[in-house]
Structure formats: structure tokens, C-alpha cells
């Protein structure tokens, strides 16, 4: 049903075809291009005969991703968090490539799970400042670029962004100013000619799932918490395959898997019962519980809850 829905929805909201984006000898940027979503999609953009310059913070995992490709692609190891360190290194990808057509927010981290209470301050500010800023500080430097080359924007955000934090609000909040920020560009950039485009994602399959969902119990438990159809994994070539049609499209939104855009479209009225419904169910509570009692962080104590 919701395939149905998505597919209903690509049609009527697809570009005529003179406006489509062919990545055929364009340059693209993509963050966090070393692993995961972001080495899925560069390796299939670069199949698709663009140009890609791979920026991650580990440079041993995107320097082994060029070396798999050709003279098409450019390794440039760099933090997103850090301002100049990416104007540099998208003034990189303008010197070698001369052009950038199409950037990709992609990087991004989870925080420790831990309750806003019970957190590190210190990790609030790291999702921040890599899944916020980091967006920021890859997209600013290439606006002038992308509006020469009428080109357009990738920021990838998640489900994160109207799902339930608990236990986990800066990756949440993180994902939920990222949409905001790829929403107002989109408005921002067509009055310049040029696109900008959301991706949400469930769940895919890479190492940021294994380490938040399969290795930590607590994780394991809250990722339980998610009913059918919502807790399907999905591949980083599912994913890439997302953000590349959504490319190709120029579209102001990608989801995938499709089972979340009811969700998604519905989020307003959803949310409002299903949040009274959390604040008042025995298992979140206990989950609650056990993820503070498990936090010790000695810059931030707090009192143990008794039970
Ligand atoms: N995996 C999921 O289920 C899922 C779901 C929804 C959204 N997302 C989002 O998709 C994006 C990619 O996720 P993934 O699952 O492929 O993650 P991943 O952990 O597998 O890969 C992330 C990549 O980003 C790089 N990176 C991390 N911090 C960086 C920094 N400061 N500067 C530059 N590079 C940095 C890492 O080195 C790594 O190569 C993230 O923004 C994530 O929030 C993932």
C-alpha cells in the first residue's frame, strides 16, 4: 500500500524530463563517503560516470574507497565540525574538478545512549556539531558553485527527525534541524534556479545500526520497541539507490524503506498519541531506567533512580 502511495507520489511530484540531473561527467561531493551509505552512493555515482570527491574524517577508509575507482575520484580527508578545515577542502574539489554540481551531507554520528538528565554535555554538543553544523559547514562553501552549475543539494537526515528521542535526543534533534535546513534551501534555492533535497531513511544495515542496534543491548531493546514495518533493515545499495533517484529527480524528499512514509506524512497526528502513549508504557519506562543507571559520567553525576 504505502509502495503504492510513494510511487503515486514520485510521479505526480517528478521533474519534466529537461529538468532531470544527469550525474553523467558531473562532480560530486559526498561527506562521510568512507563507509556505509555515503561509500554505497559514491560508488555508485562514480559508476554512473561522475566525478566524485570522497571527503570522510578517515582517510585510510576513503582513501581505500578511491583506489577502487579511477582518475574520476578525489580523496580529501577532513571533519565536517570543522569550518575551515572544510572550506578547504571544498576549494579542493574546485581546483582539481573546476566545477561542483552536487553536494551530499552525508556524515553524521550517534550520540552515547543516555537520557538528556544523564548525558555527557559534551556529546550533545559533538552530534551538533558534526550532524548540524558539519551540514552546514559542507553545504555553505559550495552554494555559490552549485547555483553556477544549477545543481543540487543532498542533506541527509533520517526517520530520527520525527521519531520518538528518547535516550538518544541529540541524534534526533540533529536529524530534525537537518530537514529544516534542507527544507529551507530547497525554498532558498529555487528562487536561483538551482535544487535542494531531504533523504530519510529507517533503518539500513551498516556499521552505525550494528554499533547503536545489534552490540548494545539497550539499543537492541529500544530498536524492539519498533513495530512492524518500521523496524525492516534495509542495504546501503537500497539507500544509495534512494539518494541517487532522488538526484537524478532533483527531489525535494527521499524515504527509504517506503513503509515509512505514512508515518511520515502523518507525523503531526501520530505523534501526539503515540508520544502520550510512551510517556505512559512500563517497558519505556524501565528502559529509561536502565539506560541512566548505566550512565557514570563523573563530569555530570546524578543520583541513581531508585526502583
Ligand atoms: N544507518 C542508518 O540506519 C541510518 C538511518 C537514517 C539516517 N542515517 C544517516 O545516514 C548517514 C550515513 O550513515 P551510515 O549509517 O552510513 O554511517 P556510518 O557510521 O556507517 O558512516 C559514516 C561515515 O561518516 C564519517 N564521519 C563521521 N564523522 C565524520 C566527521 N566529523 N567528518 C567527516 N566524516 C565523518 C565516518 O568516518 C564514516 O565513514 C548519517 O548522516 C546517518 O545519520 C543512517
Known amino acids: 500500500m504505502s509502495v503504492v502511495v510513494v510511487d503515486l507520489l514520485r510521479q505526480l511530484l517528478s521533474p519534466p524530463?529537461?529538468?532531470?540531473?544527469?550525474?553523467?561527467?558531473?562532480?560530486?561531493?559526498?561527506?562521510?563517503?568512507?563507509?556505509?551509505?555515503?561509500?554505497?552512493?559514491?560508488?555508485?555515482?562514480?559508476?554512473?560516470?561522475?566525478?566524485?570527491?570522497?571527503?570522510?574524517?578517515?582517510?585510510?577508509?576513503?582513501?581505500?574507497?578511491?583506489?577502487?575507482?579511477?582518475?574520476?575520484?578525489?580523496?580529501?580527508?577532513?571533519?565536517?565540525?570543522?569550518?575551515?578545515?572544510?572550506?578547504?577542502?571544498?576549494?579542493?574539489?574546485?581546483?582539481?574538478?573546476?566545477?561542483?554540481?552536487?553536494?551530499?551531507?552525508?556524515?553524521?554520528?550517534?550520540?552515547?545512549?543516555?537520557?538528556?538528565?544523564t548525558m555527557n554535555p559534551g556529546d550533545f554538543d559533538r552530534v551538533i556539531g558534526i550532524n548540524v553544523t558539519g551540514v552546514f559547514n559542507t553545504v555553505h562553501p559550495a552554494l555559490e558553485d552549485i547555483v553556477a552549475a544549477?545543481?543540487?543539494?543532498?542533506?541527509?537526515?533520517?526517520?530520527?527527525?520525527?521519531?520518538?528521542?528518547?535516550?538518544?535526543?541529540?541524534?534526533?534533534?540533529?536529524?530534525?534541524?537537518?530537514?529544516?535546513?534542507?527544507?529551507?534551501?530547497?525554498?532558498?534555492?529555487?528562487?536561483?534556479?538551482?535544487?535542494?533535497?531531504?533523504?530519510?531513511?529507517?533503518?539500513?544495515?551498516?556499521?552505525?545500526?550494528?554499533?547503536?542496534?545489534?552490540?548494545?543491548?539497550?539499543?537492541?531493546?529500544?530498536?524492539?520497541?519498533?513495530?512492524?514495518?518500521l523496524n525492516l533493515r534495509i542495504t546501503v545499495r537500497d539507500a544509495a539507490e534512494s539518494i541517487a533517484d532522488g538526484i537524478a529527480r532533483r527531489a525535494a524528499r527521499t524515504i527509504a524503506p517506503p513503509q515509512w512514509e505514512p508515518y511520515a506524512l502523518f507525523r503531526g497526528v501520530i505523534n501526539v498519541v503515540l508520544d502520550s502513549r510512551l510517556a505512559r508504557d512500563p517497558r519505556v519506562h524501565d528502559l529509561i531506567h536502565r539506560v541512566e543507571q548505566r550512565v557514570i559520567d563523573v563530569d555530570h553525576p546524578v543520583t541513581p533512580i531508585p526502583r
Open 17 to 117: 524530463a529537461e529538468h532531470r540531473l544527469d550525474v553523467r561527467d558531473r562532480v560530486v561531493v559526498i561527506t562521510g563517503a568512507g563507509t556505509g551509505i555515503g561509500r554505497a552512493l559514491a560508488e555508485k555515482l562514480y559508476a554512473s560516470g561522475a566525478s566524485v570527491a570522497l571527503i570522510d574524517i578517515d582517510q585510510a577508509a576513503a582513501a581505500a574507497v578511491g583506489r577502487s575507482m579511477g582518475e574520476r575520484a578525489l580523496v580529501v580527508r577532513a571533519d565536517v565540525s570543522d569550518r575551515i578545515g572544510m572550506r578547504e577542502a571544498i576549494s579542493r574539489v574546485r581546483e582539481r574538478f573546476g566545477r561542483i554540481d552536487v553536494v551530499v551531507a552525508n556524515a553524521g554520528v550517534v550520540p552515547e545512549p543516555a537520557t538528556i538528565r
Open 150 to 229: 544549477k545543481g543540487h543539494v543532498v542533506v541527509v537526515s533520517s526517520a530520527a527527525a520525527f521519531a520518538p528521542g528518547m535516550a538518544g535526543s541529540p541524534y534526533m534533534v540533529s536529524k530534525a534541524a537537518v530537514e529544516q535546513f534542507g527544507r529551507a534551501l530547497r525554498v532558498e534555492l529555487a528562487a536561483v534556479g538551482a535544487t535542494a533535497g531531504v533523504a530519510y531513511f529507517g533503518i539500513v544495515d551498516t556499521a552505525m545500526t550494528h554499533g547503536t542496534l545489534d552490540e548494545d543491548d539497550l539499543g537492541a531493546d529500544l530498536g524492539a520497541l519498533l513495530p512492524w514495518p
